[in-house]
Nanobody, 122 residues
Framework: QVQLVESGGGLVQPGGSLRLSCAASGATFTDYAMRWYRQAPGKERELVAAISANGGSTSYADSMKGRFTISRDNAKNTVYLQMNSLKPEDTAVYYC???????????????WGQGTQVTVSS
């Protein structure tokens, strides 16, 4: 129902910045809370940041709080992740996730993008 395409990844030096984008299509964007996850080789996928459907509330994992900022532009059907003060430990594939905000008998409904690679290295 929802198609998600991430972009903006690349190679950056420690201390640098990147802004990731996730473009959504195929559904009503404002019906979905959005999240960014990341996964490094050999590690579990972890939650990075989340934002409510109307953009009024945000949350962050402890290791990212103060460095990363999630935002969304509902007119453009796009969610962003601004990443500052990047560290080598931030190297991972970053994934966009959309969660339907309404309760369904089937349980939570999630959609995923294909991911974008972020590499932090000197």
């Amino acid at each position: 129902q929802v198609q998600l395409v991430e972009s903006g990844g690349g190679l950056v030096q420690p201390g640098g910045s990147l802004r990731l984008s996730c473009a959504a299509s195929g559904a009503t964007f404002t019906d979905y809370a959005m999240r960014w996850y990341r996964q490094a080789p050999g590690k579990e996928r972890e939650l990075v940041a989340a934002i409510s459907a109307n953009g009024g509330s945000t949350s962050y994992a402890d290791s990212m709080k103060g460095r990363f900022t999630i935002s969304r532009d509902n007119a453009k059907n796009t969610v962003y992740l601004q990443m500052n003060s990047l560290k080598p430990e931030d190297t991972a594939v970053y994934y966009c996730n959309a969660r339907y905000i309404y309760i369904r008998e089937e349980g939570p409904v999630d959609y995923w993008g294909q991911g974008t690679q972020v590499t932090v290295s000197s």
